[in-house]
């Protein structure tokens, strides 16, 4: 069987499997995301190990690409999709409504769970490299099942649920400007443990340069293309140059600033959620998203995991996963706190802000092809993620204070987990 075919063959098995684990989680009320990861661990080699079936992933005859290369690059091109729409739907109305305990309860939870992941992985005798990005990792908040609970208990446009959801989004930004300068600087702290003066010099330089031309011409070049692809004859233009443009700004910010391409991607679509546009593009790429390119990014992830190599520090992940949560909680609360937030209240913003997920799993992916973090530490943030997203819910139930009460009409809105 030669490579296309099992590629084929390969791609319909991960989408079957995908969709029939996230049924199963999604019934018991749980997010889509965890049923994909999930059905990627039992196709990695925790189960089935379907990467070691030789007629299914063996490249035959004159093609040189091996199934499994083939899907990394379906699974990147994935969460450069993933990261797009996650720029497009982010609200910024809602951004500039809370932005100041917002931006201060994102600061602290990424300041404080980031020097607790460092600090701890340098006592376990973690390079300087690993060490950071082990912290960076600990950065990311994911609040879709925080936003699922807050409808759940009516309090999703409430002044925490709006904080939350806020902080959420500018930690997501704090956390990629925190991956971008990680991964830019990887290759100093891989060959010295810490960059020089000179390499750092440069390596900052060439990012702020390439960030500065993406955040000064991005805006007028997204907005030029969607007016351009408005007038194109034919069915989905805007989301086809809307994709295009995300597409291009990932290569820029990294091939431009040796920065991750999901800042890239990240940052075009806050762009084309500035355009009348937007709208079109979420319609049009969420059937896309769901279906495709995120079940292969999900599964790849799951796959990469083997469960049998999770023992070994099991008191360093322990000790991880306290200062996963703990660091959103009293980081995110103080934050909060300093702006005028009850105690109560600001216990809430913190629960809220545990939960890691897409941007999480993202990064731990990322410092795993970098060659930043081991196997081991990559298969520990995967169970990080699911552990928190899972504690989430219960303990946000408590957190929140009694004596809130929802605004009018809220309750009734529907949330995708997927």
């Not at 007629?55 to 899907?71: K, M, N």
């Not at 607790?116 to 082990?134: D, H, K, M, P, Q």
């Not at 003066?197 to 960030?211: A, E, F, K, N, Q």
């Not at 993620?385 to 946000?396: F, H, S």
Request: charged share 10%.
């Amino acid at each position: 069987m030669n490579t296309s075919l099992q590629i084929l063959l390969c791609v319909a098995v991960v989408i079957v499997a995908a969709k029939f684990a996230g049924n199963l989680t999604a019934r018991i009320g749980l997010p889509l995301v965890l049923g994909e990861l999930l059905a990627g661990v039992v196709l990695g080699p925790t189960v089935l190990n379907i990467w070691a079936i030789p007629w299914l992933t063996q490249a035959t005859g004159p093609d040189t690409a091996s199934v499994a290369t083939i899907f990394k690059i379906l699974a990147d091109l994935g969460v450069v999709v993933l990261m797009f729409i996650a720029g497009v739907e982010t609200d910024l109305t809602m951004m500039r409504r809370t932005v100041a305990p917002a931006f201060w309860a994102a600061t602290g939870g990424v300041l404080l769970p980031m020097a607790g992941g460092y600090f701890l992985s340098r006592s376990y005798g973690f390079t300087v490299a690993e060490a950071i990005f082990i912290g960076t990792i600990l950065t990311a908040t994911s609040v879709t099942i925080t936003a699922q609970s807050l409808i759940n208990l009516g309090q999703l446009k409430s002044k925490i649920g709006s904080t939350i959801l806020g902080a959420a989004v500018i930690d997501d930004v704090l956390g990629l400007i925190v991956l971008s300068v990680v991964i830019a600087l990887a290759p100093l702290m891989a060959h010295t443990g810490l960059a020089s003066w000179s390499g750092l010099s440069i390596t900052l330089g060439r990012m702020v340069v390439c960030l500065a031309v993406i955040g000064l011409l991005g805006p007028i070049f997204a907005n030029w293309a969607m007016k351009y692809a408005a007038r194109l004859h034919g069915n989905h233009t805007e989301v086809a140059v809307a994709l295009a443009v995300a597409l291009f700004l990932a290569f820029l910010a990294q091939w431009g600033g040796g920065m991750a391409a999901i800042t890239g991607s990240y940052l075009a679509g806050l762009f084309i959620a500035m355009t009348p546009e937007r709208e079109k593009v979420v319609v049009d790429l969420h059937p896309l998203l769901n279906s495709f390119f995120g079940p292969l990014f999900f599964v790849s992830i799951g796959m990469e995991v083997n469960a049998r190599n999770l023992g070994g520090r099991v008191a360093f992940f322990a000790l991880i996963l306290t200062i996963a949560i703990l660091g959103k909680i009293v980081g995110s609360g103080l934050g909060a706190y300093w702006t005028g937030f009850t105690r109560r209240e600001s216990i809430a913003v913190g629960v809220g802000m545990i939960p890691r997920g897409e941007v999480g799993l993202i990064t731990a992916s990322l410092g795993l092809a970098a060659g930043l973090v081991t196997r081991q530490v990559y298969t520990q943030a995967v169970a990080l993620v699911l552990l928190t997203t899972l504690i989430t819910p219960a303990v946000l139930r408590y957190a929140f204070p009694k004596a809130s009460e929802p605004l009018d009409g809220e309750g009734i809105t529907t949330l995708s987990v997927a």
